[in-house]
């Protein structure tokens, strides 16, 4: 009878530390792949117009503003087209980013300097910079392609009053992220993450990403304020979205080098 | 030769000819605004509340920052608008003066510019007016530094006035940007765009399918360089020709330049497809060296200047290779001395400027490199007396440009290190800078520049010129 009980005991021990070395998947509805795809498949919308706020906050609390205009639209299934122009301040006004995605090669991006009255080229390998001063690299301004990264579910957990999945991932060819990971809290049913940690190359963290006022917009979850801060330099950058606009016709002269000359489509 | 201006003449008004009968009434349609508020496009149920309502950008930010509008409507109709933009900047300059420090020279500047842009639903109006000291007190009609029109049609676009336009991917360098004017009175602005001067042209930009572009120009007047008669910065070879004139420069003798025959023609065809951005242009114009009749120098002890009637082809091409922002400008002048033994004519001339950059990995250190060669053809058939002699037999230059530059603090603080070589004469400028930004409108620099090299070369002759500039500017 102790036998029977003893080994009733091991296998159930046994049984429950298998289920757990499998991974926290199996407790839950979806892989950690499934999770990332519902986060890229979240931006649905064909076209987003948008009028951003950035505060770059000093860790003295001192205050620069930039308001930038941007337009994005999808062409030829999921790839993008990006642009973005700056109105203020009047340093960096009249100052035009363009971005076009490849599904099979580095992205091509172009920048307007009015001061230079000329279109210049930028290596999609400078992604690691910053954007324009802020917190935000250019590679953080993109979205991460799924089929890039492995991921793996951490733990659930409640943040801001969201039950969200907390999913590691981290690039398949390192040489693809200037990040070694990202750990992403990803609302459960809402798909757009409130929070992200960003680790270097030499696992520390580096940056923050917090997301607030979730609201649907259009029918579109969409985080109306996010805010980054570098964990070294105490430097924050914080986005609101002041105006946006998904769906609506966008002329396709907006992605063009002679739009970025002329600010006109 | 002689039939080569008429044929291409003929050639551009046929190209016009055929550009403006296939266009359709479609072609004149007003350009579309972009946002898809044009009827049968915008889906009202996507989104018709305040926060997806754009309307005026600028009222928006000044709106939300409380402050007063730095634009503001002029009437009913919501689409009219102007800005008001410019620059203030106080420059101070310490000319060293090695025996005696305290009598270093200074020179003080201040420049203040005032940007007007009108905007319309399909339409541009842009003023820029420049109220440096010495425009004001001795050059008073240059206080308009660009004014024009640009129209927007549905396939093209029509600018009209007095513009500064600049071709070519170089960085503050180029070999095809032709167009319009440098101006040479402060040898050592930095800035490319300011010391460009604005031309009259007229200009229609066509736009094709697939993202390429045909600009057409004709420009209707010839404005020459400007290079300063008198000052620190007169060019070498013009002050030794000023010293051998009996009244200085006013026995230098200039043509009428705004006259029908000084009207030139430039066509840019350009395309991004993706890995490259290429260009090629065509003009029909003048060179921009002046002739010196040195017969009639030593004749009549005055200096007789003509520019050279040329033709031009050249092409530029951008792109990213292995990380590296890659680009290169080339071009051919044709002039009419095609035996290169006119002494009155310069030769055909040959040039190119190829230059990349990239980002080192470390810091945010970018390095870039530049080398802007300039070869004269049939160099061995020039002798004494001929406008382009060079008593020491370089017909060529291949000047290296490099930077160095990084960035700290999220780009409040830019120091960049500058080298400008000429390989076949040896002389050079050095030229340290350092920039920090105080507010955001608001930066300061600090520059040292350095020359060297005999007193004959491009860099050399203002050997004794070096300094230290202080400058601050404001920008709103």
């Known amino acids: 009878m102790r036998r029977v009980i003893l080994v009733t005991l091991i296998t159930s021990a046994l049984l429950f530390c298998l289920q757990s070395s499998v991974g926290l998947q199996s407790l839950y509805a979806l892989t950690a792949e499934e999770i990332a795809w519902e986060v890229y498949n979240s931006e649905t919308q064909r076209t987003m117009h948008s009028l951003v706020k950035m505060d770059l906050i000093d860790k003295d609390g001192t205050i620069s503003t930039r308001y930038v205009e941007q337009w994005s639209y999808k062409y030829d299934g999921e790839l993008e087209k990006n642009v973005v122009v700056f109105h203020a301040p009047a340093s960096i006004k009249g100052a035009r980013f363009l971005q076009v995605e490849y599904g099979d090669r580095d992205d091509d991006q172009w920048i307007y300097l009015p001061a230079l009255k000329k279109v210049r080229r930028i290596a999609a390998q400078e992604g690691g910079k910053s954007f324009m001063g802020t917190d935000f690299s250019y590679d953080d301004m993109k979205r991460r392609k799924v089929e890039k ?23 398949k060819d390192p040489s693809d992220s200037d990040y070694a990971y990202l750990l992403r809290w990803v609302p459960r049913d809402i798909w757009v993450p409130i929070k992200v940690e960003l680790y270097n190359k030499r696992g520390e963290l580096e940056k923050v990403g917090v997301s607030k006022s979730l609201k649907q917009v259009q029918g579109y979850w969409t985080a109306l304020y996010s805010e980054m801060k570098n964990m070294k330099t105490e430097h924050r950058t914080s986005l609101e979205f002041k105006k946006l606009a998904y769906d609506e016709a966008v002329n396709e002269g907006f992605f063009t080098t002679q739009f970025l000359k002329t600010g006109r489509p | 030769m002689k039939r080569i201006p008429t044929v291409a003449a003929i050639a551009f008004f046929l190209l016009l000819f055929f550009v403006s009968t296939g266009m359709t009434q479609e072609d004149f349609a007003e350009g579309e605004t972009g946002t898809g508020d044009s009827e049968g496009e915008f889906d009202e149920g996507a989104g018709g509340d305040d926060f997806s309502n754009f309307g005026d950008i600028d009222e928006i930010i000044a709106e939300d920052e409380g402050e007063g509008l730095s634009s503001f409507d002029t009437g009913s109709d919501k689409e009219q608008k102007l800005n008001i933009g410019g620059r203030f900047r106080f420059d101070t300059r310490y000319y060293a003066n090695k025996d005696s420090f305290k009598d270093s020279p200074v020179s003080v500047y201040p420049w203040v510019t005032l940007d007007f842009l009108y905007q319309n639903k399909n339409s541009d109006l842009f003023l820029a007016l420049d109220f440096t000291k010495n425009i004001l007190f001795n050059d008073l009609d240059n206080i308009i530094d660009e004014a024009y029109a640009r129209l ?325």
């Not at chain 2, 927007?152 to 009209?160: A, V």
């Open chain 2, 152 to 476: 927007y049609y549905k396939r093209f676009d029509l600018e009209i006035g007095y513009m500064k336009v600049v071709w070519g991917p170089g960085d503050e360098t180029h070999v095809i940007d032709l167009l319009t004017p440098m101006d040479y009175t402060d040898f050592v602005n930095q800035d490319y765009l300011d010391r460009k001067e604005a031309e009259a042209i007229f200009k229609i930009n066509w736009k094709f399918t697939g993202g390429s572009l045909l600009e057409l120009v004709y420009e209707p007047v010839f404005t020459p360089d400007t290079f300063p008669l008198e000052g620190p910065w007169v060019p070498y070879n013009l002050e030794q020709l000023i010293d051998t004139l009996p009244n200085g420069a006013d026995d230098i003798i200039y043509p009428i330049t705004n006259s029908l025959e000084y009207g030139q023609f430039a066509a840019r065809w350009s395309k991004a497809p993706g890995r490259l951005d290429l260009g090629m242009l065509y003009y029909y114009g003048y060179f921009r060296e002046p002739s010196i009749n040195y017969q009639r120098l030593m004749l009549e002890n005055k200096a007789y200047i003509s520019w050279d009637r040329v033709h031009f082809l050249g092409g530029d091409l951008g792109t990213v290779l292995w990380g590296f922002n890659t680009w290169l400008e080339a071009g051919y002048y044709f002039t009419e001395d095609w035996a290169g033994d006119d002494p009155l004519v310069h030769n055909h001339r040959l040039v190119l400027l190829f230059g990349f950059d990239r980002d080192l990995g470390i810091s945010s250190l970018n390095f870039e490199f530049q080398l802007r060669g300039n070869y004269i053809m049939h160099s061995d058939k020039i002798g004494p007396g001929d406008t382009e002699y060079n008593s020491k037999g370089k017909y060529t230059d291949d000047i290296l440009i490099l930077a160095l530059r990084d960035s700290y603090h999220r780009d409040k603080i830019r120091p960049v290190v500058s080298v400008a070589y000429t390989i076949e004469k040896g002389d050079y400028i050095i030229w340290p800078e350092i920039e920090f930004s105080l507010r955001d409108d608001m930066v300061m620099s600090v520059m040292y520049l350095e020359y060297g090299g005999d007193a004959e070369t491009y860099f050399g002759q203002f050997d004794d010129k070096d300094f230290l500039e202080i400058r601050f500017e404001y920008k709103f």
């Open chain 1, 149 to 171: 990264y492995h991921y793996e579910v951490l733990r659930e957990e409640k943040l801001d009053g969201y039950d969200c999945y907390v999913i590691k991932m981290w690039a």
